[in-house]
Nanobody, 119 residues
């Protein structure tokens, strides 16, 4: 199966940057997409960005221009570069992976990493 471990969260001042990392292990060859979601306090979980194995990316409209998702397939790692951070970006950020075998799909989640932005 697949295990996901996130790192890189922390406290940053408004306007600063953070780079989140997520390392996948296990049956990584079965993964066809990875991404990031976030959940702010008392808010619903929302999509941040996704990236396919081939490198195609998709972003939530509010993230375009500030956040960049990328992959290093050799290291089984996905990154989220976050620039110009705002207090409204405060949330727990979760790494996500979708694995597929024939008609069976399964979603995997990391433990989450806290991002805090001071105003």
């Amino acid at each position: 199966q697949v295990q996901l471990v996130e790192s890189g969260g922390g406290l940053v001042q408004a306007g600063g940057s953070l780079r989140l990392s997520c390392v996948a292990s296990g049956r990584t060859f079965s993964i066809n997409a990875m991404g990031w979601y976030r959940q702010a306090p008392e808010k619903q979980r929302e999509l941040v960005a996704t990236i396919s194995t081939g490198g195609s990316t998709n972003y939530a409209d509010s993230m375009k221009g500030r956040f960049t998702i990328s992959r290093d397939n050799a290291k089984n790692t996905v990154y989220l570069q976050m620039n110009s951070l705002k207090p409204e970006d405060i949330a727990v950020y979760y790494c996500y992976a979708r694995a597929r075998a024939i008609s069976i799909t399964r979603d995997y989640w990391g433990q989450g990493t806290q991002v805090t932005v001071s105003s």
